[in-house]
């Protein structure tokens, strides 16, 4: 594993990288499986998508946009059904300037100062700026926003200066885009869709991409060979014991690309949300943000409101510092978790703005006109990932990423809340842009030498790939968490290097081998940046260095595998 930082010489540029790391004995060999290119069942097409949630979704439509000089056909594979992603989770809304009070100025200063001084202000202002004509189109295709006398209802959330967040059927605007956008892929004769397929490995020939080896749930192994590679797999919360999203974030997109050589950016600053509920044997399910918006305080187990002792902003500061405070007033107050208020809500208005979060609390006997909501912070959105240009380009030829699985620069060290559907909806698009835009290669056309890989049989015994996993889960939790400290992260390092030495030279047949060898992957780069970064920046808390330090880190972490 080579680590380099580069510097934030005039922001945007990047300069030659400043450290150097030896490469690990535990390194990820190239690809997972065998792969032998002639022998397994192959398919063709002139743009492959991996991942459909609102970004792989978006990039698909306009990949084959008729206007093009290519009229692409593209495939788009995930691993679940359609709707198992984050995007279908997403509850609060997306942030947009779609009103006449509001500004692009406001949108881009709240985003770069939430950033903390490593965002792209470049990426910033035009993700900003293509934000209400995009949000226009899903209207157009059929999105349900909520409105009020006829214009888009805005709500405000931490870290904006004014109500700029769209929001559909109350608190399930993921789902109303993602409908949105399935609907339009659906009727749209150059896209065809296979769910239930794993995308195990990219292939790759003179750092460019050709394809991807993959597993589908009725046919096996199976290679797709395409022009143009999107990965849009979305984020890694399951890396954590408590997360909000949902099973298939798994960091499979990352581990891949790092074992096919693309360049990984910021994996160091993971996005714990402040409120997911609380209650034994449940999910961690979100608590969206626009509860404390429109008025939900968060009292203490005393029932004492603590948040304005942590931050003038008091509810609505920045997630991390909510989530910090969170934190720190449990192990104050000995308690396992916090409670959010909203017992001053008109129950009716509750119920029809909030119908997920009633139902949900329904469904634990919280009665929210008279009981307390509990709740504490857990892992949410991944802001490192595979680096990206501004065309959505990643370090391999022929190779875009966007949406979580991508870093962008737009979010820098902390994301703001509702940027991330709105940088899913424009890297999506500017994804699907360039491939329609490209050369007219073909999917007749890619090179193609025959691949033959072959892995040595292990010896090594069965695994119980399931207590791996948790296993995992809980030590990330523990030692890579809200605040880092060097020691905990170099015993969890060391750990999961004990533990990769029997995965990752074993051959799995099915997803759950995968996905856990992907996991440990993704982990241990996450706890390298984590320890390099030896500074406390947005999202990422350094007990041991909790001071942000200008001079030595305001620069990114570049993660390349070692050659
Ligand atoms: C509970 C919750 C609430 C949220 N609320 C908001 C909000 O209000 N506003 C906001 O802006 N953001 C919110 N977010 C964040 C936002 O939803 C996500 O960042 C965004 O939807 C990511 O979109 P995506 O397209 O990049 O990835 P996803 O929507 O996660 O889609 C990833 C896709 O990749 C596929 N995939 C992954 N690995 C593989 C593989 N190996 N092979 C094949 N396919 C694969 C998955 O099956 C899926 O189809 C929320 C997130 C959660 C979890």
Redesign the pocket.
């Known amino acids: 594993m080579l680590i380099s930082s580069s510097v934030m010489a005039n922001k945007e540029k990047l300069d030659q990288p400043s450290h150097k790391e030896e490469g690990s004995p535990a390194e990820p060999r190239r690809y997972l499986v065998n792969v032998d290119s002639i022998s397994t069942n192959q398919l063709f097409t002139d743009c492959l998508v991996?991942?459909?949630?609102?970004?792989?979704?978006?990039a698909a439509i306009e990949a084959t946009d008729p206007r093009s000089n290519r009229g692409c056909n593209v495939i788009i594979?995930?691993?679940?059904t359609?709707q198992?992603?984050?995007?279908?989770?997403?509850?609060?809304?997306?942030?947009s300037v779609l009103d006449k009070e509001d500004s692009f100025e406001s949108h881009t200063a709240d985003t770069l100062t939430t950033g903390c001084g490593i965002s792209n202000k470049k990426i910033v202002e035009s993700v900003v700026r293509q934000g209400p004509e995009l949000i226009k189109q899903l209207l157009q295709w059929g999105a349900t926003f909520d409105l009020i006398d006829g214009h888009i209802a805005m709500t405000l959330e931490g870290g904006h200066s004014r109500p700029r967040?769209a929001?559909a059927h109350g608190?399930e605007?993921?789902r109303v885009i993602?409908e949105t956008l399935i609907e339009k892929v659906r009727q749209n004769p150059n896209i065809k869709v296979i769910e239930n397929?794993?995308?195990?490995d990219l292939l790759t020939e003179d750092n460019k991409c050709t394809g991807i080896i993959?597993y589908d749930k009725h046919r096996g192994l199976q290679i797709i060979w395409s022009a143009d590679i999107i990965l849009?797999?979305?984020?890694a919360?399951q890396l954590y014991r408590e997360?909000?999203?949902?099973e298939?974030?798994?960091?499979?997109?990352i581990a891949?690309t790092y074992r096919a050589g693309a360049i990984l950016r910021d994996l160091e600053f993971v996005q714990f949300?402040p409120t997911t509920l609380y209650v034994a044997g449940a999910s961690r399910?979100?608590i969206?943000?626009?509860l404390r918006g429109e008025g939900a305080v968060l009292l203490d187990s005393n029932g004492r409101r603590f948040m304005k002792e942590y931050h003038e902003a008091a509810e609505l500061a920045p997630r991390d510092v909510v989530s910090r405070a969170i934190l720190a007033q449990m192990l104050k107050t000995g308690s396992t978790h916090v409670y959010l208020d909203v017992r001053h809500f008109d129950k009716a208005y509750f119920t029809k703005r909030f119908p997920m979060i009633s139902e949900l609390c329904e469904s634990f006997n919280i009665d929210v006109s008279r009981n307390l909501i509990p709740v504490r912070p857990s892992a949410?959105?991944?802001i490192g990932g595979v680096n990206t240009d501004m065309k959505a380009a990643t370090s391999i030829k022929n190779l875009y990423a966007?949406?979580?699985?991508?870093s962008t620069g737009l979010h820098g060290a902390n994301r703001l809340?509702?940027?991330?559907?709105?940088?899913?909806l424009v890297f999506?698009k500017i994804a699907g842009q360039n491939v329609s835009q490209g050369t007219k290669t073909t999917a007749a056309h890619i090179r193609r030498s025959p691949i033959r890989y072959r892995i040595p049989h292990s010896d090594r015994t069965r695994l119980d790939t399931a207590d791996v996993r948790n296993s995992l889960r809980a030590l990330m939790w523990r030692n890579v968490g809200i605040t880092r400290k060097a020691q905990p992260l170099k015993e969890a390092e060391e750990i999961i290097r004990f533990w990769q030495r029997y995965v990752m030279d074993k051959v799995f047949d099915s997803?759950a081998g995968?996905?856990c060898q992907?996991m440990l992957t993704v982990s241990l780069l996450i706890i390298r940046a984590a320890l390099e970064r030896a500074e406390s920046r947005g999202v990422h808390f350094r007990s041991d260095f909790p001071e942000t330090d200008d001079e030595h880190f305001k620069k990114h972490i570049e993660i390349l595998k070692g050659v």
């Not at 991996?50 to 978006?58: C, F």
């Not at 397929?197 to 195990?200: K, S, Y």
């Open positions: 991996i991942g459909a949630g609102i970004a792989g979704l978006r594979v995930c691993k679940g359609i198992d992603s984050n995007t279908w989770q997403a509850q609060g809304g997306i942030a967040i929001h608190d605007t993921g993602a397929f794993f995308a195990i993959g849009a797999t979305g984020g919360g997360t909000t999203n949902p298939t974030a798994t960091g499979d997109g891949m949300h399910a979100l969206t943000e626009t949410h959105y991944m966007c949406g979580e699985a991508a809340g509702s940027n991330s559907l709105l940088e899913g999506g997803p995968w996905e992907n």
